[in-house]
């Protein structure tokens, strides 16, 4: 079995300062993560994608994630936050066997303050 | 290259009805999955569909059911309607390597 924790529901930063969603994995085989971000009423966009590769992953839009197996973490990062990054983050985690089933987490839901 | 397509994109319906829901995914995609997101929370897996078998089925009822067909379009039927089915219900298709490309979905309310 696999699933997520989102440590934060809620995180609020400045526009210009670094963003952190933290994100704790658990799974019985290695996973594959990844995190992606629902703007309001709007469909799921895929950020960035962990599959056994580099632990460094790089995303789109200037967000980073490193993927820690002694901590179980997967936690997204950005330098500088921009009034359009506000949105709600999902950590999701799968693990292949024949499916490619998500587990999403709960969600965290980024303020960006002007 | 167009995305994940989804019709409709607002449903109503009452209780104890059956609602049938559409997904075309991104072209050379075959693997076609369904989720459920109630406000305020993450989607949960319902089903995964590739080249028309069921490869995953997740903790939903009997009365949803779903089916791929050989364009690798997909259907999810909801049968006996509860007002808990309430919520968005995201479709994502799939190259076939980790990672899932998601539709706009259809915002279901069960009056």
């Known amino acids: 079995a696999q699933s997520v924790t989102q440590l934060d529901s809620h995180v609020s930063v400045s526009e210009g300062t670094p963003v952190l969603l933290r994100c704790n994995y658990s799974s019985s085989y290695s996973p594959s993560l990844f995190w992606y971000v629902q703007h309001p009423n709007k469909g799921l966009q895929l950020l960035l994608k962990?599959?056994?590769?580099?632990?460094l992953v790089k995303g789109i839009n200037g967000f980073e994630a490193e993927f820690k197996k002694s901590e179980t973490s997967f936690h997204l990062t950005k330098p500088s936050a921009h009034m359009s990054d506000a949105a709600e983050y999902f950590c999701v985690v799968t693990i292949n066997f024949g499916n490619e089933k998500l587990t999403f987490g709960t969600g965290t839901r980024l303020t960006i303050i002007p | 290259d167009a995305g994940v397509t989804q019709s409709p994109t607002h449903l109503i319906k009452t209780r104890g009805q059956q609602v049938t829901l559409r997904c075309s995914p991104i072209s050379g995609h075959k693997s076609v999955s369904w989720y459920q997101q109630v406000l305020g929370q993450g989607p949960q897996f319902i089903f995964q569909?590739?080249?028309?078998?069921?490869?995953g089925r997740g903790n939903f009822p009997d009365r949803f059911s779903a089916r791929q067909f050989p364009n690798y379009s997909s259907e999810l039927n909801v049968n006996a309607l509860l007002l808990g089915d309430s919520a968005l219900y995201l479709c994502?298709?799939?190259?076939?390597?980790?990672?899932?490309?998601f539709g706009p979905g259809t915002r279901l309310t069960v009056l």
């Open positions: 962990y599959t056994s590769a580099a632990t």
């Open positions: 569909y590739y080249e028309k078998e069921e490869r």
């Open positions: 994502a298709s799939s190259p076939g390597v980790r990672g899932q490309f």
